[in-house]
C-alpha cells in the first residue's frame, strides 16, 4: 500500500500568446507561484511536461534547463512527452516517485511556448504526433484525424454538425470566469453555426487554439506539509496511463476510443470509485468531437449520444456548471487554451482551485472529487488522476 | 534528408505490400511484424490488391510545411477490400463529390517535396475513385 500524495502547492501563467516570454521564463513563472503556495517546500526531483520545444525552440534537455533556470541545479529532473498528455504524464511520474518514496517532495511542471513559430512550422511539429511513415507523410494533421471522425460519427449516428455547439458554447461560458483563460467571453450558436472551417467539417470552434503557457504543482505526502498549512488538501486518489495504437486507421473501430475506458477504469480501481462518483470531469477537448467520444468511451453517454449531455434546453446541460456533471469548468482547452504539454498539469491546478473551493466565480458547490484526463493524439496516449478533498 | 528511411518503406509506399499472419491469417497493412489479432510473429509478405472505399474524408486547408503547394487537399480513411484501413489522400477527384462508401482504387502520386535545395521527392499511394480512366 503506497502512501497517500497530496498537492502541496499550484502555479500557473496565463493562456495566451506570451510574446514577450520565453520558455524557461513561463516555466519560472508558475514554478515560483506553486512554490510560493507550498509555504516553502523544496523539491528533490522535477518532472517537466512538454511536447514541442525541440521542434518549435530548437531547445531539448528541458529537466536540466529549468532546474538550473529556476535555482535548483542538483536535483533530479526528466522531460516527459506524451503528446497532448505530457504535462499529465509529469504529474503521473511526480505521483510515483512521492508515493514510492523515492522522493519526498515533487515539482511538476508543464510549459509549452508554442507562439516561437507559426503557421506550417506548427502544423508540421504538431502532426510529428501522429505516425509519421503512414499518417503524416500523407499530409494528415491532429486536426484533420479529429475531422475525420467527425465526419465518421456523424454518419454513423446520424446527427447534424451542429450538434456540436454545445461543447465550445459551454467551455466559453465558463472561460469567463477564469482570469487566465485565453478566451473569456461567452459565446452564441449563431457565432458556430457561421465559422469558417478548418478541416470540414472541423470548424474553427470544433478546435481548441494553441498558446503558450505554464503550469506547476508541488506533491509531497501529508507527514511532510509545513505546519499551519492554509489550503485546503487535496489528494491523488487515484492515476492511471493506457495507450492504444498510434496510427487511427489501425484501430477496429475508431470511434471507439478505448484506452480512455481503460484509463478510467484503473484510476478509479485505485481511488476506489465508480466514474459516476466525481463531482466534475476535466476532459480533454481539443476538438468537441474528443469531447463527445470521450463522454461515450467512459461510460456518461450512450454511443452517438454525448452531444445531447451538451444541448441547453429547458434545464441548464448536463455538463454546465450547474449541471450533473460540469466539464472543462474552467474553460477547458477551447476556451482556456490548449498549452500543448503544459494543459495536463493545467487541469490538475484547476481541479485542485474547484475542491479547495478557490475557483472565484466558476465555483462548484464544494465538489469533493475530480476526475482529470488529458489524451495525446486521438486517445493513443490517455492519462487520468482522481483528486480529492480530504477533510 | 531521409533517404534511407524512405528506401525502407518503399514496397509498402510503391506497392501496397502488407503482411499476411501464418497463425491466424490475419491480413496487416502497414506491415507491423507482430499481429495485432493473436500476437503471434507475422512477416509473411502478402500483395493487398489497392481497391478500397471511403470510410471517412476531410479537406486539409492549414497544410503543415512541404505540403502548402498541394493545399486544399483531400485525406481519407479508405477500408481495403482485405479489412484494414489506411490514412491515404485522394486524388483524381474531378468534379466528382467524394462520399463515404465510394469505392477507390489505389494510385502512385508525389507525397511532398522536401524543403530544401536537395529537394528530396517522396512518391507513395494515393486512392482515386473507380471508374476513372488513366491520368
Ligand atoms: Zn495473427
Redesign the pocket.
Known sequence: MSSDVVIAGIGQTPVEEHWKSSLRELALSAIQAAEADAGGLRPQVLFVGNMLAPQLSRQAHLGALIADFCGLVGIEAFTLEASGASGAAALRAGYMAVASEQADVALVVGVEKSSDMVGAAVDEALATAGDSDHESVQGLTPSGQAALLMRRYIYEYDVERAAFAGFPLIAHANGAGNPNAMYRKAIKPELYANASLISDPLNIFDAAPAADGAAALILTRPGLLPPNFPNRLVRIAGSSMATDTLALHDRPNPLDFKAIRQSIERACEKARITPLQVDFFELFDAYSIYAALTLEAAGYAERGQAWKLAQNDAAPAALSLQGALPISTMGGLKARGNPGGATGVYQAVEAALQLRCQAGANQLPNPRRALIQALGGPAASVVTHVLEAMD | MEISRHWRLRKQRYGLMGEI??????KLFPPRDI??????E?KTLYQFSGKGEVYSYTTIYEPPAGYEENAPYTVALVKLDEGPIVTAQLTDLGEEQVQIGTPVEMVTRRLRQDGDERGMIIYGYKFRPVGLGPH
Do not use: L, N
Open positions: 499472419c501464418p497463425h491466424c491469417e490475419a499481429c495485432p489479432e493473436c500476437g503471434g507475422a
